[in-house]
C-alpha cells in the first residue's frame, strides 16, 4: 500500500501516472510479487461506500487505480487532483504485453465460455511469448475447485473477469495461492477477444468511453444513473470539506 492515496467517498485512489504505474507493475514481475490491483469507476465507488466488506478489500488492494473520468473529476472537485485516468482495459493490455516480453505463465479466469476461449486464442496467435497455463469461463459453482487449479499451475499473472465485487472477493480469498499479479478486469475480455469494439481513440480521449458504451448497450442506462448519484455525493462531500 502506498502513502500517497487520495480518498474518494471512502476509496482511497493510489495517485500515479500511468508510467510511474507501469514500471511498479513491471517491477513487482520482475520481482515475483503477490500483488492485488483494483481499478474502480464511479459504480465501484458507490458500492464500496455502501458494503464495508467490499470496502476493506479495496482499500486493502496494494494498487486502486482511477478508471473511470467520474474518479478524476471527482479529486479535481474535491480539490485533491489525480495525475490521470488509469484504465482497466490499458492494464490488461500492458500486463499481456510485459507478460509475453518477459516470457510469463499467465491463466484467465471468468466471462462467457466463447468469450474466454476466443480470449485463449488470441494469446496462443499474437502473443508466442506467454506461456498460458490455463483459462476458465465465469460459468462455475465451485471456487474451491478452480483456485486449486490456479495453484496448480502457478502462473505470474491472473485476470479475473467475474464483475465486481465477485472478481474482488475471489481474489482476496485465493491471492496467496500462487505468487502472481492478480488483477479484475471486468468486462475487458470481451474487447480483447473481439466480441465487443471498444470505443475509436477520439471518444477514448474526450473521456466518453461512457457514453459509447451505452449508445451499443442501451440496456446500461440502470447502471448509468450510477454517475449523477456519484456527482451528487461528490458536490456534498465538497460543501461539507
Known amino acids: 500500500m502506498h502513502k500517497n492515496r487520495i480518498d474518494i467517498l471512502g476509496t482511497e485512489f493510489d495517485n500515479f501516472t500511468e508510467k510511474q504505474f507501469h514500471e511498479l507493475i513491471s517491477t513487482d514481475l520482475d520481482n515475483k510479487a503477490n500483488k492485488f490491483i483494483v481499478t474502480p469507476n464511479p459504480e465501484i465507488v458507490l458500492s464500496a461506500r455502501n458494503n464495508n466488506r467490499f470496502s476493506n478489500i479495496v482499500n486493502n488492494a496494494d494498487y486502486v487505480i482511477p478508471d473511470g473520468i467520474g474518479i478524476i473529476k471527482g479529486a479535481n472537485m474535491l480539490g485533491t487532483p489525480m495525475h490521470e485516468r488509469i484504465t482497466g482495459f490499458d492494464t490488461l493490455m500492458f500486463l499481456i504485453e510485459q507478460a509475453n516480453k518477459k516470457h510469463l505463465k499467465v491463466y484467465l479466469l471468468g466471462a462467457k465460455p466463447e468469450v474466454i476461449k476466443a480470449s485463449a486464442d488470441r494469446i496462443k ?23 486449486a487449479d490456479i495453484e496448480e499451475k502457478q502462473p505470474d499473472i491472473v485476470l479475473v473477469a467475474l464483475g465486481s465485487p465477485k472478481q474482488e472477493y475471489f481474489i482476496n480469498k485465493y491471492r496467496d495461492r500462487c505468487t502472481a499479479v492478480w488483477i479484475g478486469v471486468g468486462g475487458s475480455f470481451d474487447v480483447f477477444s473481439g466480441t465487443k469494439k471498444r470505443a475509436p481513440e477520439i471518444i477514448q480521449k474526450l473521456s466518453l468511453e ?16 450510477a454517475i449523477p448519484k456519484y456527482l451528487m455525493l461528490i458536490q456534498k462531500e465538497k460543501r461539507n470539506k
Not at 212 to 221: A, D, F, S, W
Request: aromatic share 20%; no cysteine; hydrophobic share 40%.
Open 125 to 147: 496467435r499474437e502473443f508466442t511469448g506467454i506461456d498460458l497455463v490455463g483459462y476458465h469461463d465465469g460459468y462455475f459453482n465451485d471456487n474451491g475447485m478452480v483456485a
Open 210 to 225: 461512457w457514453f459509447y458504451r451505452l449508445v451499443k448497450e442501451p440496456t446500461r442506462i440502470g447502471r448509468m444513473f
